[in-house]
């Protein structure tokens, strides 16, 4: 059985180990949302992952409702995460980009037009905007032509991550985003060839993958789902029959790799009581599977020993932990993150959280 500490091919991508960085949104770009050198400095202290994921990353204005969030779909964008990805190869990473639309969790005041999603829909609780906390607006059923235009989206900001550096894409259909907002029965009431049934919920997700390994080849594409998390309004009443089909599809679209933000614990954030899908995926995708959710180093090794999981990504153990890697391999203790600086502020709560040898020394 291999170990947290050998390495692991995902595609195209050879990481030296199977620890990754999991996507961790920390809003530090500007409202144009470019990325800059805080955000580079922050990617490269932790470049000793397998792997990064980076934070959710818009694939167009109309798709990206997070306050300081970064894009990907103009060339500012792209200039700004070549900082980021030069920064985190010269450190010795590698780093994907997440590839984010919103769907109905975009308030019109960042999006600037009327959220769309599978359905006409509208999301529980309350949008962050530069204002602060809205309540969501009601979303439109997405269009042929929306689906069309939003699929081409994520081609062209799959393109434009290749541009900027990066090794690769994980399209983000976790968390009750667009992408979850089709494959799951809770938000998706569409009857037509989008909708109802299993097949025909995942047609979305295939064409958005179809377009987006069409653009930069499907050895460099992964992607993310949160299957027994309620998320934002958004589950299904039969998770592992739907994770089923969709390890079928994976298999047969070649996606190499998938990260499962499966909650393995009634505490983990969002959990509803449901069987974990993972066992059921296993056997039929042949791709590499990552586990996230709650782990440390002592339960990420009980995890990898139970022959599922070909790696394990960490969120916010990484957050301040930055030589995570390290202290996994030494068993050292791992450092509390303050949570108040998870979601904003500058360098504070971002870059200055120290490694094992500085924390000693001090
Ligand atoms: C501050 C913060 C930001 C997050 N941002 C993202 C994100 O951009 N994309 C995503 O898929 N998940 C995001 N998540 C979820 C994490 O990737 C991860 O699934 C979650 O933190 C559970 O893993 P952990 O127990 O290792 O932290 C975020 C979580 C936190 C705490």
């Not at 470049?47 to 409702?65: D, F, M, N, V, Y």
């Not at 009443?237 to 089909?245: G, K, V």
């Amino acid at each position: 059985m291999p170990t947290l500490f050998d390495p692991l091919e995902l595609g195209a991508l050879e990481l030296p180990n199977r620890i990754a960085m999991a996507p961790l949104t920390r809003a530090r770009s500007n409202r144009d949302a470019v990325p800059n050198e805080l955000m580079a400095a922050y990617y490269a202290q932790r470049a000793s992952a397998g792997l990064i994921i980076s934070e959710a990353t818009g694939i167009s204005r109309e798709g990206l409702g997070w306050p300081n969030a970064p894009g990907l779909w103009n060339d500012q964008q792209v200039d700004g995460w070549k900082l980021v990805t030069d920064a985190v190869h010269r450190s010795g990473g590698r780093i994907v980009a997440q590839l984010w639309h919103m769907g109905r969790l975009v308030h019109p005041d960042l999006g600037e037009r009327q959220p769309v999603s599978s359905s006409a829909t509208t999301a529980p609780d309350y949008a962050h905007t530069y204002e602060g906390k809205k309540p969501y607006t009601a979303a439109r059923a997405a269009s042929f032509a929306d689906i069309q235009r939003i699929t081409a989206d994520y081609a062209t900001a799959a393109r434009n991550a290749i541009v900027a550096g990066f090794d690769g894409v994980q399209i983000h259909g976790a968390n009750g985003y667009l992408v979850d907002q089709f494959l799951r029965n809770g938000a998706n009431f569409r009857t037509d060839q989008y909708g109802c049934s299993i097949d025909n919920r995942l047609r979305f997700m295939t064409e958005v993958l179809e377009a987006v390994g069409g653009a930069i080849g499907m050895e460099r594409v992964g992607i993310r789902f949160s299957p027994n998390i309620y998320s934002q309004g958004v589950e299904d009443s039969d998770p592992i029959t739907l994770f089923t089909a969709v390890a079928h599809r994976l298999e047969r679209l070649r996606v190499p790799w998938i990260e499962l933000r499966e909650a393995h614990q009634p505490t983990s954030a969002g959990a509803i009581p449901t069987e974990p899908v993972s066992p059921f995926m296993r056997p039929i995708y042949s791709g590499k599977i990552l586990l996230n959710s709650d782990y440390d180093g002592p339960s990420a090794r009980e995890r990898m020993a139970l022959g599922i999981a070909d790696g394990i990504s960490f969120g916010r153990p990484f957050i301040s932990n930055p030589d995570l890697v390290q202290r996994i391999a030494l068993g050292a203790p791992l450092s509390p993150g303050d949570v108040g600086t998870f979601y904003s502020g500058g360098a504070a709560g971002y870059v200055d959280y120290p490694n094992l040898d500085e924390a000693e020394a001090a």
